[in-house]
């Protein structure tokens, strides 16, 4: 069964023959060469590859930050490859969460505050509690006695904790998630990715960027790239369950301790 | 993005980086505040300059002798005078409009008696002269007509020559010498303060014209004459009268040119408000470079903090903002804070000018035009100068722009 055959109606990515050729002088880099990629809702996927092997690319076209040279992209039933730099930013904004390695939160700004960034530019025109909304999200990543704090005040895996709130307030399609565990010390690594397997055994779509085995080892499919191509993409066999990793490292502290 | 939306986000922006918005709004208050202190001294002098010269007399003319040709050569006003005392006789006897009149003959000399000496000036003038110049004694009293008939050598002391020659204020029925020509002080004048040039009114001593020629300067022609009109609205009607008059008394045919210059008070009162008009719109100019400085200002600190600025700028368009969303905010931002340092501007100038105003005695009113326009200014600063980093914030491009360290 090839990927395309696998596209059903449930799909929430569906693209097909992606390029991406940059020109950098009179040298031209083909950083996608035909790419097909099919999510279907409620996966959580992992897209590994070494630096160069085009998996940011893949990224940015997918996340809606960048357009294909050639291919097309159905993003939740909606064909977004050819859509101008406004109408992208509206699809971002409705369909799309983003978590960074960096967590890009603004400085000086409580964590409510920004959460409920996104909701400011909401277009829809609907009446908007952003306040609660995004005290609920704050709640889901649990956080929600730390609303009034600003990120200067949180660990590093409490600031991924509320970008991860940011990116789910807006109840996006797909959380796109670009190396969110690059910043953090494993212990917090396997807490946030503890947090993406609940989200997605709650229903949330979640395609995650990584390098590092470990972390991909937590999605339910690993698809690998190399020189801009699909080389790899399969299902996890032997999933790891980060609850029970996190149970472990706390077992081998008490044993530490004792 | 709504309104109001819009507003939160850029406040929160300009509140939550205090040292940079203050920094921003620096050139702005600063600018503001000088252009409000500068035009509030400026109106201030220009009100002071009215009030002198409202002091000089009320509806006062001043008949100076005029320019003589020579061979069709111009010499230049008073290079021959020919304004006597008959002149005066003549506009005071002829004329049905002018209420006083009174010749100033002037001379300088040493005078000695009370305390001390003093060098001052000695003006020979008419009885009327106190109606012209509107001046009061302070202490005895003026002299009269049979002391200008009689050429009685009686003086009347200006206050600043009474208090240096008589500290003690008995200066009325004391003996002083003028040029060792002996004469006594009948009176002493009000203080009336210091001319538009700055020159003291009251260092002087009036005395009746004809001691001040037989006695003390032995000059014929006279260097002044002023009159005055009982209404404002006979000035034009009594300067026709006068040069008819003084045209027929000095015997010129009808194709030559005045020998005399009259001049109104209200001409004299125009030549002062232009000087201060002028100056006053030089020091708005000058305080208006600190304006463009402190907008340029705003626009280096909003160029530096859109790079610095950069990853937050990603984010926001990551997260759906539109370049038109980053546009306005950086643009609402740099109007909000120009215009927010334009009222602390204003307020610095108010604080500054009451201070001035304190300082100085004048009245340094702050007008409402400048307030607008000082308001008005900031907001256009804002716009301008913010216009350009706030399209370079647009134009960026997301993906650069969240890697951006």
Excluded at chain 1, 196 to 216: K, R, S, Y
Excluded at chain 2, 7 to 19: C, R
Aim: overall charge neutral; some cysteine.
């Amino acid at each position: 069964m090839t990927a395309a055959e696998s596209a059903t109606m449930s799909s929430v990515i569906e693209a097909r023959g992606l390029t991406k050729v940059y020109r950098m002088g009179k040298n031209e880099v083909h950083a996608l060469r035909g790419v097909d990629l099919f999510v279907e809702r409620g996966e959580m996927v992992a897209i590994m590859g070494a630096s160069g092997s085009g998996k940011s690319t893949l990224m940015n076209i997918l996340g809606c930050l960048d357009r294909p040279t050639s291919g097309t992209y159905v993003l939740d039933g909606k064909r977004v490859d050819g859509l101008s730099k406004d109408e992208l930013a509206d699809i971002r904004n409705r369909k799309l969460g983003f978590v960074f390695q960096g967590f890009h939160l603004l400085p000086r700004t409580s964590a409510l505050e920004n959460v409920e960034l996104p909701l400011l530019y909401d277009r829809s025109g609907r009446k908007l509690d952003t306040r609660a909304l995004a005290a609920a999200a704050l709640e889901r990543v649990g956080l929600g006695q730390r609303m009034d704090h600003d990120p200067s005040e949180l660990s590093g895996g409490q600031q991924q904790r509320v970008a991860i709130a940011r990116a789910l307030v807006t109840q996006p399609s797909v959380l796109l998630a670009d190396e969110p565990t690059g910043n953090l010390d494993s212990r917090t690594s396997v807490e946030i990715m503890a947090l993406f397997q609940e989200l997605n055994d709650d229903g949330v779509t979640i395609l995650l960027v990584t390098h590092e085995p470990d972390i991909a080892a937590y999605a339910k499919r690993i698809v690998e790239l190399r020189d801009g191509r699909i080389i790899r993409d399969e299902p996890v066999h032997d999933r790891q369950d980060a609850a029970a990793d996190l149970r472990a490292f706390q077992g081998a502290e008490t044993a530490g301790v004792a | 993005m709504k309104a109001k939306t819009l507003l939160k986000v850029a406040g929160q922006s300009i509140v939550k980086n205090k040292m940079r918005t203050l920094l921003t709004m620096l050139g702005i208050i600063i600018g503001v505040a000088a252009v409000n202190v500068m035009v509030a001294i400026g109106s201030g002098a220009q009100r002071q300059i009215e009030r002198q010269i409202q002091a000089l007399g009320t509806n006062m003319l001043v008949i100076t002798p005029g320019s003589a040709m020579q061979g069709g050569v111009s010499q230049g006003a008073q290079t021959f005078n020919r304004l006597t005392i008959e002149d005066a006789e003549m506009l005071r006897s002829q004329s049905f409009l002018l209420s006083a009149v009174s010749p100033v003959v002037m001379t300088r000399a040493q005078v000695i008696g009370g305390a001390g000496n003093w060098r001052t000036s000695i003006m020979g003038v008419d009885v009327d002269y106190q109606q012209i110049r509107d001046w009061p004694v302070q202490d005895g009293v003026f002299f009269e007509e049979n002391d200008v008939r009689a050429m009685r050598k009686v003086v009347v002391l200006g206050a600043t020559v009474a208090e240096n020659l008589f500290p003690n204020g008995d200066a009325v029925g004391q003996q002083i010498r003028i040029r060792d020509v002996p004469v006594q002080v009948i009176g002493v004048l009000a203080p009336k303060g210091q001319t538009a040039n700055g020159g003291d009114q009251d260092d002087v001593i009036l005395a009746p014209y004809t001691t001040v020629q037989t006695r003390l300067s032995g000059r014929v022609f006279i260097p002044q004459i002023l009159a005055n009109t009982s209404s404002p609205e006979d000035i034009p009607a009594a300067q026709e009268e006068i040069r008819s008059i003084l045209r027929t008394s000095h015997r010129l045919a009808p194709n030559e040119p005045d020998d005399f210059t009259l001049r109104n008070q209200n001409e004299i009162a125009q030549a002062a408000q232009g000087t201060t008009q002028v100056m006053t719109m030089l020091l708005a100019a000058i305080a208006s470079i600190s304006l463009v400085v402190g907008g340029i200002g705003i626009m280096n600190i909003m160029l530096v903090s859109v790079t610095e600025r950069t990853r937050e700028i990603g984010l926001r368009l990551a997260l759906g903002a539109r370049g038109r969303d980053v546009l306005t905010q950086f643009l609402v931002e740099s109007v909000v804070m120009s215009v927010v340092g334009g009222l602390l501007g204003l307020a610095l100038g108010v604080v500054a000018s009451g201070a001035i105003a304190h300082v100085t005695g004048w009245s340094a009113a702050l007008s409402p035009a400048m307030v607008a326009i000082a308001l008005g200014f900031s907001g256009a600063v804002g716009v301008f100068f913010g216009y350009d980093p706030a399209r370079r914030a647009a134009a960026l491009d997301p993906i650069q722009a969240l890697r951006y360290e």
